[in-house]
């Protein structure tokens, strides 16, 4: 059962932006509701304000150039998403995120944004964004501001955007030719299973073989998702054979901060990031020396 609750429907971001500031924490935002709901069906929350955002045009659409980069409204389904060839063939490891949320149900109503505010260290669009070097924007009636993704989250379901503050879009840069990217989700089943742990990795290799740069997130390998930066700096210049990987798989494994929850021991989550990362790695790579993943 549902409380009973007040629902603002505003047309515009502007009329948004200014009930949000006189309401702030008072007013809960819903966009596909697939979280919101779900947390109110089980009692865990009791929202008396819901503001649904889903007529604000300003946060629909996504723009792509291959020169600029991506930009995504932050009301854009994981469906939309999946569908587009430009994540598919580009932006791979988000590709593989949004592909991999829940059901098709799910996709057809779960939001980028709505995942990315929900702030859960499994969500699966958070790893690939931080790897491929995302940025949010989030606006209030005193102006917008970009945040860059490795500073979104403070916290466990935690963001920093302030009380009055919308997420209005994400932006991608442009990608580089000799780069590629992959995204990992390691879960008990296939389909319809939260990430008991995930990585993304970012890739660049010149000559299709060494290692010029990696960015490599972890996902539920610490409270909030974090970079595996001792990782990244052990790879660069490196070649990446499978020895190499593999030490990066260690690495990783040992810089991760897991704990143990009713889903997984801390022991058994640091077994798979020494598969994992590998793994995601030599995607990458491979995908590099294929010349997939280019824009
Ligand atoms: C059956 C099921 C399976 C699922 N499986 C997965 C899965 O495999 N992987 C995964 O990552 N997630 C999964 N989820 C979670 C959920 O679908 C995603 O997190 C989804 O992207 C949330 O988007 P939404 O639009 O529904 O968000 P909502 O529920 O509307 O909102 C989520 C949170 O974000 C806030 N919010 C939303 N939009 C904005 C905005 N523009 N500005 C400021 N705050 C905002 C809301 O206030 C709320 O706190 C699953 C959910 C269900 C019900």
């Not at 409380?3 to 047309?11: G, Q």
Request: charged share 25%; proline share 4%.
């Amino acid at each position: 059962m549902l409380n009973k609750f007040d629902l603002l429907v505003p047309k515009t971001l502007d009329e948004a932006l200014q009930q949000y500031a006189e309401l702030g924490s008072k007013c809960k935002i819903f966009a596909g509701g697939t979280d919101v709901l779900v947390s109110m069906h089980g009692g865990h929350k009791a929202y008396a304000l819901l503001m649904d955002i889903k007529n604000l045009e300003e946060l629909k659409g996504v723009e792509y150039t291959p020169e600029k980069g991506i930009v995504i409204g932050a009301l854009t389904t994981h469906r939309c998403l999946e569908r587009l060839p430009a994540i598919k063939e580009v932006y791979t490891a988000l590709f593989e995120g949004v592909s991999q949320v829940g059901s098709v149900q799910t996709r057809n109503r779960g939001t980028i944004g709505g995942n990315i505010c929900n702030a859960v260290p499994s969500g699966d669009t958070l790893g690939p964004l931080l790897a491929l070097n995302a940025s949010v924007i989030v606006q209030s009636v005193k102006g917008a501001r970009e945040i860059p993704f490795g500073e979104l989250f403070p916290g466990p379901k935690k963001t920093a955007l302030k009380e009055d503050e919308l997420l209005i879009k994400i932006l991608i840069p442009a990608r580089l030719s000799n780069s590629a990217s992959a995204y990992t989700k390691f879960a008990r089943r296939n389909s319809m299973d939260l990430a008991l742990l995930g990585t993304a990795t970012d890739l660049i290799s010149n000559d299709g073989k060494t290692c010029d740069n990696a960015r490599i997130s972890l996902t539920t390998a610490a409270p909030t998702i974090i970079r595996a930066r001792k990782t990244e700096e052990f790879l660069v210049g490196k070649e990446l054979t499978k020895d190499v990987m593999k030490e990066a798989g260690e690495i990783a494994s040992a810089e991760a901060k897991p704990r143990s929850s009713w889903r997984s021991s801390e022991e058994y989550r640091r077994e798979v990031l020494k598969a994992i990362v590998p793994r995601t790695l030599a995607i990458a790579l491979d995908r590099i020396q294929k010349g997939v993943n280019i824009p």
